[in-house]
């Protein structure tokens, strides 16, 4: 099973500037099979990101996922008031059991 | 639209059992498989279980031998019958869809249900 580790937990920003995520996985991941998703209060998870890079659908291009390997990056170019939630990336694959999560960062207002 | 409506939850004594219920729409439910997702308070989101486009089943180590998933094709519903419930099964539970059909993997979730609150408290 692989576990991703999410750094930082809390990542305190102002509206405007810009956010990197990260998502580190304890062994390759296969084909980038690597997901993020936005939590906010009230509100069910919102998949943003598939297959490390690519953006699910309506998702707005400040957006964007990077990485291979093990090492992964969600990166909001500017952040919007609406962009401040928690994060979580999961892997996925070959089967189900292969669903795993990150622990999240969240990311405040600062 | 898709939608993913969630039912059931509640108030259970530990040891006791409850059905959770997800009537889904909008979509062509029998080429998906759906999975159920829980988030405890405080604490990250979990993958519980995932049954598969042609009934296939499969579960997390934390509920195998206690949680059974299932589906209908003909009222477009997935279930989660909750056995022998503990106080660590109390989280939010979500129904999700995976996102694409036919590419041999299982995929991300994009939709979800709003959530529903399972308490295990005596």
């Known amino acids: 099973e692989i576990v991703l580790t999410q750094s930082p937990d809390t990542l305190s920003l102002s509206p405007g500037e810009r956010a990197t995520l990260s998502c580190r996985a304890s062994q390759s991941v296969t084909n980038n099979y690597l997901a993020w998703y936005q939590r906010k209060p009230g509100q069910a998870p919102r998949l943003l990101i598939y297959g490390a890079s690519s953006r699910a659908t309506a998702i707005p291009d400040r957006f964007s996922g990077s990485g291979s390997g093990t090492d992964f990056t969600l990166t909001i170019s500017r952040l919007d008031p609406e962009d401040f939630a928690v994060y979580y990336c999961?892997?996925?694959?070959?089967?189900?059991?292969?669903?795993?999560f990150g622990q999240g960062t969240k990311l405040e207002i600062k | 639209e898709v939608q993913l409506l969630e039912s059931g939850g509640g108030l259970v004594q530990p040891g006791g059992s409850l059905r959770l219920s997800c009537a889904a729409s909008?979509?062509?439910?029998?080429?998906?498989?759906m999975t159920w997702v829980r988030q405890a308070p405080g604490k990250g989101l979990e993958w519980v279980s995932t049954i598969g486009a042609y009934f296939d089943t499969h579960y997390a180590d934390s509920v195998k031998g206690r949680f059974t998933i299932s589906r209908d094709t003909s009222k477009s519903t997935v279930s989660l019958q909750m056995n022998s419930l503990r106080v660590d099964d109390t989280a939010e539970y979500f129904c999700t869809k995976d996102a694409f059909v036919g590419n041999g993997i299982w995929d991300p979730f994009d939709y979800w249900g709003q959530g529903i609150v399972v308490t295990v408290s005596s």
């Open positions: 909008g979509f062509t439910f029998s080429t998906h498989p």
């Open positions: 999961q892997h996925y694959g070959r089967s189900p059991e292969m669903f795993t």
